[in-house]
């Protein structure tokens, strides 16, 4: 192995000693004598280690550096990282630090796994965490100073909602809503950074705050999230795009769920057993890392131990096998196959590892998620996943599931970024099929399926003021047609759906807009409706084609559709699948009583 050899710090100039067991390395950044940074690299002892500082930070732009004087040589390093440093050398006196790009040689893969593997400690073992946010820029000095304030001001909501709206028109909340866009809040390191951490300073240019004055002012806006939607709404004479703010989200989406809001809170998922490592990968999903592997590993730091044993850092296996480790270890530790609906297929994406259709690619960040974690489904009830895996590496996955029916046809699909005229328009080129259909069926039946066809928009997902009668119908046809009206008058609705634009509910919808982002949008987006060829409602992904297969995998929250290809009789994974009235267990209740069969599945 490359171990005992000495790695270089991207420079030929400097040479690491190799380090062993708990042993690690600091970096003693020297006072400010002169403008360039001067530093030492020495070993400590994980166990016994002085005080120092972990440096918490974004890599950002690999060839964008600037040298610092190490141990006599000249060493480029991230112009980021240089900035962390300025930021906390100390005039008089020598600072310890770690920062993992000094202190890792990143060009000896054993090390780096040794190292990354002792990851969690040294952020724990540290004195404190310094956040690097990166340099003074878009007004984040105003920003600082406006968190601090709001902080001040969080136990009094009327303050608060006082200081909000004092905001209109001025630069300050504006750069905060840069400040909370910057790369550092996307990187998944970040999760584990803060989370292992016993104290944190957060620096940005020259200012320097304690962690807790940023977390409360998040918790703050969450809290006064109405305020915000009513003084910024998006595209309102006082919204304005951040630069490099995505132009679709409004401020408050912002400043809720970016920044420090944007830190899922894993203490939780410690508790779940062997089923934490699902909900941490799902969880952290949309957080970004430069190596694939590390969607697992930079995740570790947040497990039960028994996970960590079995998942010790490897930088020398494929993505492959270690994504396809993930799901074996799911199968045998928790009887349960919901991960491969992680397996998001729609918009179709290609990756580079080549993975079976049944094992998600973590490190591709989809806009849409499985179904069964957000909803209280339990398709196969409390069955246990029946599969096996059909060779040694693992490349072909048999299940034992319901089959349920055959995709008689399908409706347009829903992309991922889509607006409310694209849920409008699918809504009427589903309905519009739907009813084509039933004019060959009889005319009773017409009713019951228009309203089972609403209840699958919102994957039977309805409020409670509606949920105990058939009224669901009409509040989805008024919200449609009126929203048709106004937005797409050119279209001539078909007499029967026009007469529920003028509709008068028992209980008043005040957003209509929001109402249907909530209960439908959120729902269609990145799905397409469906009918099986037995007459079955559903609503899956995008990626489903006619003649695809519908079934109940056992220990599976949700029926799956599987596509046969190729001449062995094996199956594609396509995705999850809501289907009406199949989503509490009823596939396998009629397995008992001999109305369907169990049948096995090769999956590739």
Known sequence: ?????????????????????????????LPERRTRIKCEIMHALLDNPPEYIAISYAWGDAGNTRKIELEGSLVPISVSLYGALEAIRLKDEPILVWADALCIDQSNKDERSQQVELMTKIYSTAESVAIWLGPEEDDSNLAVELLHELADQAPYPEKVSRLLSSQVGKRDLAGIVCLFERDYWKRLWVVQE??????????????????????????????????????FFHGGTNWRPARGTPTHLSYSQVL????????????????????????????????????????????????????????????????????????????KTTGRIDVICDAIHFPVHTGSASL???????SHIPQTGAMGRKYDFAASGMDAAKCRFLDERLNKLEISAVYLGTVGWKGMAVGTLCNISDYLMSFLQWRAVLLGNLENEPEESSPMVQEFFCRTLSL????????????WKD???HVFASLLRERLPQLSLDRNLASYAALKLDIEIDNRRQFLQENFGDHMM?????????????????????????VVPLGC??????????????????????????MQGRAVDEVRIGKRKLVRFVLY
Request: glycine share 10%.
């Open 460 to 471: 039977g997902q309805i409020p409670p003021p509606w949920d105990n009668n058939n009224q």
């Open 256 to 331: 809720v769920h970016h920044g420090p809001g944007s830190l899922p809170d894993l203490h939780s998922c410690i508790e779940l057993g062997h089923f934490s490592l699902l909900e941490v990968l799902r969880t952290c999903r949309r957080k970004f890392v430069s190596d694939p592997r590390d969607k697992l590993f930079a995740i570790l730091g947040a497990l039960p131990e028994a996970i960590r044993l079995d998942f010790r850092p490897d930088y020398s296996v494929s993505v492959k096998e270690l994504y396809t480790k993930i799901v074996d270890y799911l199968l």
């Open 194 to 231: 803060i989370l292992n951490a016993r104290s944190i300073t957060v620096y940005c240019g020259s200012t320097k705050l304690p962690w807790t004055i940023y977390q409360i002012a998040s918790q703050t806006f969450s809290r006064h999230k109405s305020d915000l939607d009513l003084y």
């Open 526 to 550: 990145g799905r397409s409706f469906c009918r099986t060829v037995d007459g079955r409602l559903g609503m899956g992904s995008g990626f489903m084609l006619p003649g695809d297969v519908v």
């Open 475 to 477: 509040v989805c046809y």
């Open 557 to 582: 929250s949700t029926p799956v559709l599987l596509r046969q290809e190729g001449t062995r009789g094996e199956y594609r994974f396509v995705g999850d699948v809501y289907i009406h009235g199949y």
């Open 1 to 29: 192995s490359g171990a005992s050899s000495p790695g270089i710090l991207r420079d030929p100039g400097y040479q690491y000693r190799e380090v062993k067991g708990l042993e690690f390395r600091l970096v003693r950044v």
């Open 356 to 362: 079976p259709s049944y094992v998600p690619d973590w």
